[in-house]
T-cell receptor, first 110, second 114 residues
């Protein structure tokens, strides 16, 4: 049973479209991180959200942490081909461990 | 900046063989982690260490052992490889002690067990 469920698992859209990826859990997390992974490389941190209801923006990417700190979303505006990759959410349990979702594989077509 | 370095990058083993995956970090991080990544499963924690000489079990520790004899190195061992251990293995490190620090990942070791 996956503690963090990401949806959709696969998404293929045209360049210029908007999209939202969801990360849901029945557990409360002290913080939640979003990572992006390119083929043949390890994940790289995009953002950390800590406070319930928090919204953070990174250029065309908007991240939101749910009010109850059980879920999060990633919204991309006007997607570009360079946004293609595997997006992973990870919830923090205690000070030591992260629990990862299964990932959303995003493909942006030119 | 090297960051987190994993060796080897690729390896093919036969069932029953043993091997050690090496992870080295040059960021003076206290915490180090070993994950495996399988299709549709995300990253699952195998073992982790919160400091030199310490190790702890993660979500999927069976069939693996680890050692952290030096702060900068974290070794993952497979004593008797099984086909179910075919996966991509990632090592990560973090500053630790502060809960929102990022984990820094290596580029992975792709391991196939025949």
């Amino acid at each position: 049973t996956q503690l963090l469920e990401q949806s959709p698992q696969f998404l293929s859209i045209q360049e210029g479209e908007n999209l939202t990826v969801y990360c849901n859990s029945s557990s409360v997390f002290s913080s939640l991180q979003w990572y992006r992974q390119e083929p043949g490389e390890g994940p790289v941190l995009l953002v950390t959200v800590v406070t319930g209801g928090e919204v953070k923006k990174l250029k065309r990417l908007t991240f939101q942490f749910g009010d109850a700190r059980k879920d999060s979303s990633l919204h991309i505006t006007a997607a570009q081909t360079g946004d293609t990759g595997l997006y992973l959410c990870a919830g923090r349990q205690g000070a030591q461990k992260l629990v990862f979702g299964q990932g959303t594989r995003l493909t942006i077509n030119p | 900046n090297a960051g987190v370095t994993q060796t080897p990058k690729f390896r093919v083993l036969k069932t029953g063989q043993s091997m050690t995956l090496l992870c080295a970090q040059d960021m003076n991080h206290e915490y180090m982690y070993w994950y495996r990544q399988d299709p549709g499963m995300g990253l699952r924690l195998i073992h982790y260490s919160v400091g030199e000489g310490t190790t702890a079990k993660g979500e999927v520790p069976d069939g693996y052992n680890v050692s952290r004899l030096k702060k900068q190195n974290f070794l993952l061992g497979l004593e008797s490889a099984a086909p179910s251990q075919t996966s991509v293995y990632f090592c990560a490190s973090s500053y630790g002690g502060i809960s929102n620090q990022p984990q820094h990942f290596g580029d992975g070791t792709r391991l196939s067990i025949l």
